[in-house]
T-cell receptor, first 109, second 113 residues
Framework: KQEVTQIPAALSVPEGENLVLNCSFT??????LQWFRQDPGKGLTSLLL?????REQTSGRLNASLDKSSGRSTLYIAASQPGDSATYLC????????FGAGTRLTVKP | NAGVMQNPRHLVRRRGQEARLRCSPM?????VYWYRQLPEEGLKFMVY????????ESGMPKERFSAEFPKEGPSILRIQQVVRGDSAAYFC???????????FGPGTRLTVT
């Protein structure tokens, strides 16, 4: 069964902290993995896409890694800001895209 | 290049009515995906379409739900005889090709009263 799990479900940190969000998947035969951000009542904003042949991708303060063999990905956010507060979703593409339940991040000023 | 567009953004229907949700993919994208996000739940894949073809509808409920992506015009997700349990946010995504990065629309929030 192709399942995607995200830990923790919720995370609260003070502004300026570096943090890591975790995503695990049960079937390593993926095409790609994508991290999204979703603000309350809004759509999804794509943050980073990692192809199955890649190990990591970086964009600004964000870095995502992929370890297919262990079925894990991490999203690293450096120097967190209150504007980073949102739900972060991990999605794995097999024949279709499977989403984790998300990590709800709150960055306190 | 406008992003993925969905309309309406909010839709209220009474039980038993029909709901039609529209999705216009990004320019140059011929692959469309529909997802549903139930309250307090994650997104679930529903259906994957290319122009005039349904490629994968494994996530679609067997009854009352249908989707199309005609040669001209937007993709339509149609829900007949809506029930309260259909209340959710419905997201559309598009990509230029199979397994390419998907770009999401803002969603349509359906409320069934």
């Amino acid at each position: 069964k192709q399942e995607v799990t995200q830990i923790p479900a919720a995370l609260s940190v003070p502004e300026g902290e570096n943090l890591v969000l975790n995503c695990s998947f049960t079937d390593s035969a993926i095409y790609n993995l994508q991290w999204f951000r979703q603000d309350p009542g809004k759509g999804l904003t794509s943050l980073l896409l990692i192809q199955s042949s890649q190990r990591e991708q970086t964009s600004g303060r964000l870095n995502a890694s992929l370890d297919k063999s262990s079925g894990r990905s991490t999203l690293y956010i450096a120097a967190s800001q209150p504007g980073d507060s949102a739900t972060y979703l991990c999605a794995v593409t097999y024949n279709d895209m499977r989403f984790g339940a998300g990590t709800r991040l709150t960055v306190k000023p | 290049n406008a992003g993925v567009m969905q309309n309406p953004r909010h839709l209220v229907r009474r039980r038993g009515q029909e709901a039609r949700l529209r999705c216009s993919p990004m320019k140059g994208h011929s692959h469309v995906y529909w997802y549903r996000q139930l309250p307090e739940e994650g997104l679930k894949f529903m259906v994957y379409l290319q122009k005039e073809n349904i490629i994968d509808e494994s996530g679609m409920p067997k009854e009352r739900f249908s989707a199309e992506f005609p040669k001209e015009g937007p993709s339509i997700l149609r829900i007949q005889q809506v029930v309260r349990g259909d209340s959710a946010a419905y997201f559309c995504a598009s990509s230029p090709g199979n397994m390419d990065e998907q770009y999401f629309g803002p969603g349509t929030r359906l409320t069934v009263t």
